[in-house]
Structures are given as structure tokens and as C-alpha cells.
Nanobody, 115 residues
């Protein structure tokens, strides 16, 4: 029943920045936790960043200092700001939300970082 839609992906040069957004069909603040994951071809989906309802955040070691997850009340989105992008950041980025014991996933948005 819950729909999540990611946007903001694209092609960027190494060292550049992107801001990804996740729009939800229900209030962002109703989720127990929300997060961003990514998956490169042939690899498992991996955690990038998460945020609990209480505001606690967690980041993968590979993006610490370069990524920031935040909630935008006005737009009802969960955003992921990524700076100093590296080619290894490339992949499909998915938004995830935990609500009522269920997990919801968006369709993903492609991020490609060129050398």
C-alpha cells in the first residue's frame, strides 16, 4: 500500500554532487525508519544511510563524511545529499521505509559517476 518514489539520480563527474529524494505516499514522519540503499551490477544491495523516527542516523563507512540523510517536512521527502562522488558510488539507489512491521522499497534511481 505504501509507495516510495526516488528521483535525482543522473550522470556526474567524480568529485561532483547529487541530491536524491524519496517521496512517499504517506507521511515520511509516520515511518519507524527510512533509509537509502544502493546496488551495483552483480553486487548485493547495500546500506548507504538510515534515519530512525527519533532522528538517529547511520552511514556506511564508505560514505561517511560525504553523505547526509535528512527529512524534508515541506516536501514530504527523505533526501540523500552526496558530495565528493566517486566512481564506486555508482549504482541504483533505492529508498526504503519501515512502517507497521512492513518494509517498502522504491523503484530506484540510477547514479553514475564517471572518472
Amino acid at each position: 500500500q505504501v509507495q516510495l518514489v526516488e528521483s535525482g539520480g543522473g550522470l556526474v563527474q567524480a568529485g561532483g554532487s547529487l541530491r536524491l529524494s524519496c517521496a512517499a505516499s504517506t507521511s515520511i514522519f509516520s515511518f519507524k525508519a527510512m533509509g537509502w540503499y544502493r546496488q551495483a551490477p552483480g553486487n548485493e544491495r547495500e546500506l548507504v544511510a538510515t534515519m530512525t523516527a527519533g532522528g538517529s542516523t547511520n552511514y556506511a563507512d564508505s560514505v561517511k563524511g560525504r553523505a547526509t540523510i535528512s527529512k524534508n517536512r515541506g516536501k514530504n521527502t527523505v533526501d540523500l545529499q552526496m558530495n565528493s562522488l566517486k566512481p564506486e558510488d555508482s549504482g541504483i539507489y533505492y529508498c526504503n521505509g519501515a512502517l507497521g512491521g512492513s518494509l517498502s522499497w522504491g523503484q530506484g534511481t540510477q547514479v553514475t559517476v564517471s572518472s
